[in-house]
């Protein structure tokens, strides 16, 4: 069964990190490019992050660069984003997908930035 799984999410103050997870089973992770995406109260989701397959090239949102970074340990099949000097503009439900939106999505993981 093709599944993906968020974690990592919570409540943090403006300045904060955190670390959000994406476990993948149900297909070969490790041949699929991967992305990090998320969806604000109101607001259309929005592609935040992507990683080749191998982990080597990598392509971020004009709004994170510098901020984020996106990483991935295929032989755990997982996912990562290390999310740095966080803004309450960050609050949102983070989600993880392939650049094509070809799996089914998971529930999220809420990220809450506020003092």
């Known amino acids: 069964q093709v599944q993906l799984v968020e974690s990592g999410g919570g409540l943090v103050q403006p300045g904060g990190s955190l670390r959000l997870s994406c476990a993948a089973s149900g297909f070969s992770f490790s041949d699929t490019g991967m992305a990090w995406y998320r969806q604000g109260v109101g607001k259309q989701r929005e592609l935040v992050a992507t990683i080749s397959n191998s982990g080597t090239r990598t392509a971020y949102v004009d709004s994170v660069k510098g901020r984020f970074t996106i990483s991935r340990d295929n032989a755990k099949k997982t996912m990562f984003l290390q999310m740095n000097t966080l803004k309450p503009e960050d609050t949102a439900v983070y989600y993880c997908?392939?650049?094509?939106?070809?799996?089914?999505w998971g529930q999220g993981t809420q990220v809450t930035v506020s003092s």
């Open positions: 997908n392939t650049p094509r939106e070809s799996v089914n």
